[in-house]
C-alpha cells in the first residue's frame, strides 16, 4: 500500500527557481529516502535521511525530515532542464535495508 | 552503488502467456527487491528476493502469478504468468549495497505491454 503522499503532484517552474516538493508518511520508519525517475525508466537514488537526523545537503538538493509531523520535503535550488522527471519518497519499515513503500510521486516540469 | 542490469528493457505478450525478467548485479548483494509500477502511478513492492529461499511476497502479491528465482547473490528472475492486460506495468528489481550511503539502485525496468 502507498504510504506517502507527496504534493504538488505536478509541479512547473522556470529554469533557474527552486523547486519544493513535500512529502508525508504514516507509519514509524528508519530512514526516508528521495528518488528521481526519467521518463518512466530506472529510478535514480537521491539522498538518504535517517530518522535521527532534520537536514541533509546533497549538492543542489535540500532534504528536511520532520518525524512529529511525519512529513519530509525536498528542495532543489537553482533548477535546470535535465532536472525535468519524477520525484518520489520513499520509506523503509525496518532497521536497515528493508523493502520501500513509495508515496504517488512529484512530477516536475523545468521550463527552459 | 552496484549497477544492475535488467533484461528484456519492454516486450509485447499476448494474454494468457508468461514471461521473465531478468536481473544481473555487478557485485554479490544481500538485498534484491521487485516492484511494479502501474501506469501513471507510483512502485508498489511485489516481493523480497531471498537467496536460496522462497520469496517474500507483499499483500496482494502470490507466486503463482509472480514466481520468483534467486539462485545467487548476484541473479534474480521475476516470471509474470498467465497474464492480462492488467499485468501491463514497468517491472522494476532493485537491490541495495552500502545502504545508508547509497540506498538502492534500481534496475532500467521492464516495460510490459499485454494485449
Known amino acids: 500500500s502507498q504510504q506517502g503522499e507527496e504534493d504538488p503532484q505536478a509541479l512547473s517552474i522556470q529554469e533557474g527557481e527552486n523547486a519544493t516538493m513535500n512529502c508525508s508518511y504514516k507509519?514509524?520508519?528508519?530512514?526516508l529516502q528521495w528518488y528521481r525517475q526519467n521518463s518512466g525508466r530506472g529510478l535514480v537514488h537521491l539522498i538518504l535521511?535517517?530518522?535521527?537526523?532534520r537536514e541533509k545537503h546533497s549538492g543542489r538538493l535540500r532534504v528536511t525530515l520532520d518525524t512529529s509531523k511525519k512529513s519530509s520535503s525536498l528542495l532543489i535550488t537553482a533548477s535546470r532542464a535535465a532536472d525535468t522527471a519524477s520525484y518520489f519518497c520513499?520509506?523503509?519499515?525496518?532497521?536497515?535495508?528493508?523493502?520501500?513503500?513509495f508515496g504517488k510521486g512529484t512530477h516536475l516540469i523545468i521550463q527552459p | 552503488s552496484a549497477v544492475i542490469s535488467q533484461k528484456p528493457s519492454r516486450d509485447i505478450c499476448q494474454r494468457g502467456t508468461s514471461l521473465t525478467i531478468q536481473c544481473q548485479v555487478d557485485?554479490?548483494?544481500?538485498?534484491m527487491f521487485w516492484y511494479r509500477q502501474q501506469p501513471g502511478q507510483s512502485l508498489t513492492l511485489i516481493a523480497t528476493?531471498?537467496?536460496?529461499?522462497?520469496?517474500?511476497?507483499e499483500s496482494g502479491f502470490v507466486i503463482d502469478k509472480f514466481p520468483i528465482s534467486r539462485p545467487n547473490l548476484t541473479f534474480s528472475t521475476l516470471t509474470v504468468s498467465n497474464m492480462s492486460p492488467e499485468d501491463s506495468s514497468i517491472y522494476l528489481c532493485?537491490?541495495?549495497?552500502?545502504?545508508?550511503?547509497?540506498?538502492?539502485?534500481f534496475g532500467s525496468g521492464t516495460r510490459l505491454t499485454v494485449v
Open positions: 520513499a520509506t523503509a519499515r525496518g532497521g536497515g535495508a528493508d523493502g520501500l513503500t
Open positions: 557485485s554479490q548483494v544481500t538485498m
Open positions: 507509519t514509524s520508519i528508519n530512514n
Open positions: 532493485s537491490a541495495e549495497r552500502q545502504y545508508f550511503n547509497y540506498g538502492y539502485t
Open positions: 535521511i535517517r530518522s535521527n537526523e
Open positions: 528476493a531471498n537467496q536460496g529461499s522462497e520469496a517474500t511476497y
